[in-house]
């Protein structure tokens, strides 16, 4: 068997301003989207490790950019949800502040990953949060999350729908990745997709 691709990952530092990010020589791929789609449940499950990313049922529990180092060489980052309605709205706002200077700004980006959950139909805020990034030419890709076996039939209908609905406003659907964190499925595409972005810059 090839060797893995991911060797080492380990938990870097938390930041709640995108001002107090660390100036930094790593690339970085950062996963958003809204509260408990599975951000921290993705990541444990792409650097097979059961709890570097604090994961939880009650949504709202990533607070802050929290980055990992990968292979001592790139980073992830682990964003704070969206669309969370238990939220104050005061810190909501913060969030989405933090979260679009990140966006517009951070040069090492390489990769935005928006994780949407399979098993809903397409919601509007998440419509709204690719049609953003696709507009403000955010290197964006789509992880459709929680799509365990059990679900296939509604997985596959929520995300051809989630797709027509943005070819509404966009031209193309950017790249796609399906995932199940509970299956352990869906991983190769996306730990291939780092490498060869990693290859190139
Ligand atoms: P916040 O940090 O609150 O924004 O949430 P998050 O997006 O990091 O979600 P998290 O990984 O904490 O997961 C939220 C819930 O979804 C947890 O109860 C997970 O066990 C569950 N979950 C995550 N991935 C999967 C999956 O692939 N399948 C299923 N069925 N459940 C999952
Ligand atoms: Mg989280």
């Keep these: 068997m090839a060797t893995p691709f991911i060797l080492s990952a380990a938990y870097e530092g938390s930041f709640a301003t995108f001002e107090s990010l660390k100036a930094s020589a790593f690339s970085e791929f950062a996963f958003a989207g809204r509260s408990n789609v599975g951000k921290s449940s993705l990541i444990n499950y792409l650097a097979n490790k059961k709890e570097m990313a604090r994961t939880s049922s009650q949504p ?98 929520n995300i051809s729908d989630y797709q027509d609905e943005l070819l509404k406003f966009v031209k193309m659907v950017p790249t796609i990745f399906i995932t199940s964190a509970s299956d352990q499925t869906g991983k190769e595409e996306i730990v291939d997709w780092m490498k060869m972005l990693l290859e190139k810059n």
Excluded: H
């Design 60 to 157: 709202g529990k990533t607070q802050t950019f929290n980055y990992y180092t990968i292979n001592n060489k790139f980073y992830w980052v682990d964003m704070p949800g969206y669309g969370f309605a238990k939220v104050s709205v005061t810190l909501r706002n913060k969030w989405k502040k933090e979260m679009e200077t990140y966006l517009g700004n951070r040069e090492q980006l390489v990769t935005l990953f928006q994780l949407v959950d399979s098993r809903i139909k397409p919601q509007a805020n998440d419509l709204e949060f690719s049609r953003a990034c696709i507009e403000g030419q955010v290197p964006l890709a789509i992880v459709f999350t929680k799509a365990d076996k059990k679900f296939k039939n509604e997985v596959r209908k």
